[in-house]
């Protein structure tokens, strides 16, 4: 059993609308969660962390955690043709070592 | 240097043969971190190294695999008498060390074992 589960996708959203991808994970003990791009091609980039439940918020990104249900989401508002990429997340697994999901891929219709 | 660097970009090689896969991180850095990641899926964890603290090997899949960091900076990652199933993207991150640093990821070595 993965211990982070992700939609591998793609999930395809029109041009100005709100995006959600969501992740669940296994491990209540887990206390930190990230979640990163990916371009095709290109590395992994953080977006967000997010330690604490509820709503985080940096521009149009938005995560939201809950602790409780084992589940974080990242919102992208007036989603655009360069957020079409593959979503990672991530959560601690120990001090320094990090469990990655499988990726959601995105694409942003025009 | 300013990011993340990792050489060769890709490497294709025969069934058999070793490789070394180089990675330089971010002057600092004292944790670095060797992923590996196959098409479409997420990245899989090979080894750690913080400082000069024993690395955490626990991720290499055989003893085929073997890494080395030194001076605390330049990593190499050699995979000996490389097979078929070795075919991926090599991943090298870095960061300030601790779980919650960002990590900041070079640009991979896409290995083709033939």
């Known amino acids: 059993q993965k211990e982070v589960e992700q939609n591998s996708g793609p999930l395809s959203v029109p041009e100005g609308a709100i995006a959600s991808l969501n992740c669940t994970y296994s491990?209540?003990?887990?206390?930190?969660f990230f979640w990163y791009r990916q371009y095709s091609g290109k590395s992994p980039e953080l977006i967000m962390s997010?330690?604490s439940n509820g709503d985080k918020e940096d521009g149009r990104f938005t995560a939201q955690l809950n602790k409780a249900s084992q589940y974080v989401s990242l919102l992208i508002r007036d989603s655009q043709p360069s957020d079409s990429a593959t979503y990672l997340c991530?959560?601690?697994?120990?001090?320094?070592?990090?469990?990655w999901g499988a990726g959601t891929k995105l694409i942003i219709k025009p | 240097g300013a990011g993340v660097s990792q050489s060769p970009s890709n490497k294709v090689t025969e069934k058999g043969k070793d490789v070394e896969l180089r990675c330089d991180p971010i002057?600092?850095?004292?944790?670095l971190y060797w992923y590996r990641q196959s098409l479409g899926q997420g990245l899989e964890f090979l080894i750690y190294?913080?400082?000069?603290?024993?690395?955490?090997k626990s991720g290499l899949p055989s003893d085929r695999f073997s890494a080395e960091r030194t001076g605390g900076s330049v990593s190499t990652l050699t995979i000996q008498r490389t097979q078929q199933e070795d075919s991926a993207v090599y991943l090298c991150?870095?960061?300030?060390?601790?779980?919650?640093?960002?990590?900041?990821f070079g640009s991979g070595t896409q290995l083709s074992v033939l």
């Open positions: 991150a870095s960061s300030l060390g601790g779980a919650n640093e960002k990590l900041f």
């Open positions: 997010i330690y």
């Open positions: 190294f913080q400082g000069n603290s024993a690395p955490d």
């Open positions: 002057s600092g850095h004292t944790a």
């Open positions: 491990d209540r003990g887990s206390q930190s």
């Open positions: 991530a959560r601690t697994h120990s001090n320094y070592q990090l469990i």
